[in-house]
Each structure stands twice: as C-alpha cells, then as structure tokens.
C-alpha cells in the first residue's frame, strides 16, 4: 500500500531525514521505533506533504505522491492523527467526529464508532476541551475513522495516557486492522508496539537501520534495547 524510497525532509537549512526507506502492506500494523529526535514524527508529516520540503518518492496504491499538495494526499485515503491530536476546542465531541469529510466509501458510521469508543458517545455534548487526554485521543482516531481513508498514520497514541486507556488504544487497533485499514505507528511505548504490529522498522539519525518483524522480536530484543537505550 506504501512504499517509501529514498525519503529527504527539511526544516529550513536542518536536513532531517536522509534516505528514509519502508514499505507498509495493505492491513497491516506498522511501527516506526527509535529515539527523540530519530525524524519519526518528520517521516509522518513527510508522507502527508506537511514539511516545507521534501525529495524522494512516496507511492501510495502505486501512485507517486511526493509532488502533491497535503489535502489531494488525504483526499487520495491517507490520515494523519498528529501527536497533538488537534481536537477543536469550540466544537462538542459530536461536532467534532462529523467536521472532516468523507473521502471514500469504507469509513465507519457514527454507531460503530461509539461501539469502538462507547465514552465518546456518552461525552458528545461535551466541549472538545473538555475531554481527559485518552478521551481526546479517542475522539482524534475515531474522527479519521470515519472519513474512509485507509491508511491512517498515529503519532505517540499512548503517550500521557493512563495504561486502561492504552490497553483500549490497543483493542481499537487490533479491531480497526480486523476491519481491513492499514495502520503506520509511531510509538515510543515499545511495550505497548509489541502488542499490536506485524512488523518494526528502526529509525536512527534520520535513516531506517533495521527492521524486525514481530515474530523475531525474542530473538532481537537485545539489538532492540542497544538502539532504543532502554
């Protein structure tokens, strides 16, 4: 479904990514691991057009997308859910999970989501900031849920979160990939990664230096504590 080469992004005169390259298949779990600053979340925004420039090539569905502008890459099925989660303050959790368009068949409808997230339901009245962090990150994911995009990139879901709300990011993914979409992960909560990918790219630098699928994680685990220092 993706297929990443030779990936370059900067930030003014800092070159972040150098060379990126992965490939993430059609329903699978994909993580990105590695230490702060590794060009993780860069990688994201990469693929989504939402760095001031960028070179390589970025195929999506086959389609080369790195000449396009962000909104014709989500319009072709691609989401980001940023580290953020920009919730819009103003607007109840209701309005908020309806606000970004359906692009494509495939998404989930509003009863589905609230089975997925039965708290959202109850919440949507509430006002966006309202919300406890892991409630808004249910809110950030359902949202993307809903637009048909199949491909939906999630930057530190757990991050903040408390480990009831994390084992219940963790359910949703593992649902959410048993519906067919695709997912990329960036998480810093290896523990949490193990759970829920198929496979693991290391990142390092700006470059990816190692992937391990997740049936060799055992076997790896030490190579993995070097690069993560953890």
């Not at 990105?32 to 994201?44: D, F, P, Q, S, Y």
């Not at 808004?136 to 930057?155: E, K, S, V, Y």
Request: net charge positive.
């Amino acid at each position: 479904m993706l297929q990443v080469r030779g990936l370059n992004a900067w930030y003014g005169e800092s070159h972040i990514l150098h060379g990126v390259d992965f490939d993430v298949a059609q329903g699978e779990v994909v993580t990105l691991l590695g230490r702060n600053g590794a060009g993780k979340t860069t990688t994201l925004k990469s693929i989504m057009g939402l760095v001031p420039r960028r070179e390589g090539s970025v195929l999506y569905g086959g389609r080369e997308t790195i000449r396009q502008r962000s909104d014709l890459i989500a319009r072709a099925g691609i989401a980001l859910c940023p580290e953020e989660r920009g919730i819009f303050a103003s607007l109840s959790v209701a309005e908020n999970l309806v606000l970004p368009p359906v692009i494509a068949p495939g998404g989930l409808d509003i009863p589905t989501l609230h089975t997925l997230f039965p708290n959202l339901k109850e919440r949507a009245r509430s006002q966006g900031t309202r919300l406890s962090g892991g409630e808004q990150q249910m809110l950030a994911i359902a949202r993307i849920l809903r637009t048909g995009a199949r491909l939906l990139m999630l930057d530190e879901p757990t991050e903040g979160l408390a480990p009831v709300i994390v084992q219940q990011i963790g359910r949703t993914i593992r649902e959410i990939k048993a519906r067919g979409f695709t997912v990329l992960l960036v998480e810093q909560n290896f523990r949490f990664a193990a759970t829920v990918a198929d496979r693991f790219y290391v990142m390092e630098h700006g470059r990816v230096i190692d992937m391990i699928p997740n049936a060799d994680l055992a076997a790896n685990m030490g190579k993995l504590h070097e690069y993560l220092g953890v």
